[in-house]
């Protein structure tokens, strides 16, 4: 069975710190995805990132970054110079590959309460 | 472009009572999904489709029924709400493809039961 692990209910930094939001998952498939979502105050699911499993490159995109560790089954984000705009629940998912993309679905994590302090 | 339009967008029922949370999406998605989110829980998934005229349970279906009678629309159906029913409800699409596109999420339904 998959499950996702984001043992970070709530962080609080000031704004420009960098901020980390940790993800650990599990799963027996060899391939896999896992995505980062980003839910404003406003309440909708907004997707920021996918990364397959035989792809261990970290990514970059603006202030945001994304480190997948296979060996350590983790997919951790960081927030660098973080803004206010940036307080959000950030969520972690994971999806097993399977002939026809996985077809029941992402399994999220609990999410991580981000709050960016002016 | 729409994408994926929930509606209501917030509805109070009382114990008992039914009502069907609309889902449709204009991107030809051949997926579909229902997710309800409850505080400090992430998503859970109630039921998917894969297509017109197929549906299958996910983690929580007790209490919902769906359909799929067209590609676009993909209602869920409460017949006899309850209180632990109290929650966000999230109706989500995304393409059939090998690469585990990401799913498209509407804005949510926050539904209360009294």
């Known amino acids: 069975a998959q499950k996702v692990t984001q043992a970070q209910t709530e962080i609080s930094v000031v704004e420009k710190e960098d901020v980390t939001l940790d993800c650990v998952y599990e799963?027996?498939?060899?391939?896999?995805?896992l995505f980062w979502y980003k839910q404003p105050p406003s309440g909708e699911l907004v997707f920021l990132i996918r990364?397959?499993?035989?792809?261990?490159q970290n990514e970059i995109s603006g202030r945001y970054s994304w480190n997948f560790q296979k060996s350590t089954s983790s997919f951790n984000f960081t927030i660098t110079a973080s803004q206010v705009v940036d307080s959000a629940v950030y969520f972690c998912?994971?999806?097993?590959?399977?002939?026809?993309?996985?077809?029941?679905?992402?399994?999220f994590g609990k999410g991580t309460h981000l709050i960016i302090q002016p | 472009n729409a994408g994926v339009t929930q509606t209501p967008k917030f509805r109070i029922l009382k114990i008992g009572q039914s009502m069907t949370l609309q889902c449709t999406q204009d991107?030809?998605?051949?997926?579909m999904y229902w997710y309800r989110q409850d505080p400090g829980m992430g998503l859970k998934l109630i039921y998917y489709?894969?297509?017109?005229?197929?549906?299958d349970k996910g983690e929580v279906p007790n209490g919902y029924n769906v359909s799929r009678s067209t590609t676009e629309d993909f209602p869920l159906r409460l017949e006899l709400a309850a209180p632990s029913q109290t929650s966000v409800y999230f109706c989500?699409?995304?393409?059939?493809?090998?690469?585990?596109?990401?799913?498209?999420f509407g804005n949510g339904t926050r539904l209360t039961v009294t």
């Open positions: 989500a699409s995304r393409h059939r493809s090998r690469g585990n596109s990401p799913l498209h």
């Open positions: 799963t027996r498939d060899t391939t896999y995805y």
């Open positions: 990364r397959n499993s035989f792809d261990e």
């Open positions: 998912a994971l999806s097993e590959a399977r002939e026809g993309g996985g077809a029941d679905g992402l399994t």
């Open positions: 991107m030809n998605h051949n997926y």
């Open positions: 489709s894969v297509g017109a005229g197929i549906t």
